[in-house]
């Protein structure tokens, strides 16, 4: 089992970016597949899931206006999760993990056993 995250980067306030979590040794349709953010100092915290075997999605609610902002989605084919990321701010800054869960989504970092290896985002001007 091995998830790759990639796509992070350098944006501007304002910008955007697409997080791919490209995943092998499994389907990500059977599996709930998160999205983990860590920032410098901080303790790493859920951003977004989708849930194995359907459409369930969530997302953190304590990550500002993040449901017109962010979005997860599965693309089976590539067997790939993405989250696209629009009107960053610098407070979004962090690396970003994505995770591989059980069939059912959650934000807990414990429900999700296997890690792939993080993407730093930077949103500065």
């Known amino acids: 089992v091995q998830l790759q995250a990639s796509g992070g980067g350098l944006v501007q306030p304002g910008g955007s970016l697409k997080l791919s979590c490209t995943v092998s040794?499994?389907?990500?349709?059977?599996?709930?597949i998160g999205w983990f953010r860590q920032a410098p100092g901080k303790e790493r915290e859920g951003v977004s899931c989708?849930?194995?075997?359907?459409?369930?999605?969530?997302?953190?609610d304590r990550v500002k206006d993040i449901k017109g902002r962010f979005t997860i989605s599965r693309d089976a084919a590539k067997n790939t999760v993405y989250l696209q990321m629009n009107r960053l701010s610098p407070e979004d800054s962090a690396v970003y993990y994505c995770?591989?869960?059980?069939?059912?989504?959650?934000?807990?970092?414990?429900?999700?056993?296997?890690w792939g290896q993080g993407t730093l985002v930077t949103v500065s001007s």
């Open positions: 995770a591989r869960g059980n069939e059912y989504c959650d934000l807990r970092s414990d429900s999700y056993v296997y």
């Open positions: 040794g499994f389907t990500v349709e059977n599996y709930a």
């Open positions: 989708i849930a194995g075997s359907s459409p369930t999605r969530y997302y953190a």
